[in-house]
């Protein structure tokens, strides 16, 4: 019962254990990787606003793992990201829309939209 509640106001320990072990991943990449990474890491934390803790994760792991090939095979960081870091990073993130807090108040919107229209979304389904 007390693990329960505290998991809620926390997050999940398990959860904590996998994105330390994440980090520790992307420690062991060469310097350029790591670098990049980071930064690609610390952008799609800001623009993301991802609020699933396991979206999240399969995200930054999906990162890391993509780095730890290239890094293995050799590819340059350029052939990662492109000639555009922002549009890789931002085309990237769009594989985990779900967990985006922004989602919940799109939602929000087109319910308070469809209140307001008194059609309750009937039109826009047509």
């Known amino acids: 019962m007390a693990a329960g509640w505290?998991?809620?106001l926390t997050?999940?320990?398990e959860q904590k254990k996998q994105y330390r072990q994440n980090k520790a991943r992307?420690?062991?990449?060469p310097a350029d990787y790591r670098a990049a990474a980071t930064a690609l890491e610390r952008y799609l934390m800001y623009f993301g606003a991802i609020t699933k803790g396991?979206?999240?994760l399969r995200m930054l792991g999906d990162l890391t793992?993509?780095?730890e090939q290239s890094a293995a095979d050799g590819t340059p960081i350029r052939d990662i990201v492109?000639?555009?870091?922002?549009e890789f990073a931002e085309t990237f993130m769009r594989n985990y829309t779900v967990g985006q807090w922004i989602n919940k108040?799109?939602?929000?919107?087109?319910k308070?939209?469809?209140a307001a229209a008194g059609d309750d979304g009937k039109e826009r389904e047509s």
């Open 6 to 8: 505290i998991e809620q």
């Open 11 to 13: 997050g999940s320990l």
């Open 26 to 29: 992307v420690e062991q990449l």
């Open 54 to 56: 396991d979206v999240l």
């Open 65 to 67: 793992d993509l780095f």
């Open 82 to 86: 492109g000639d555009d870091p922002v």
């Open 105 to 110: 108040e799109r939602e929000r919107l087109v």
């Open 112 to 114: 308070a939209i469809d």
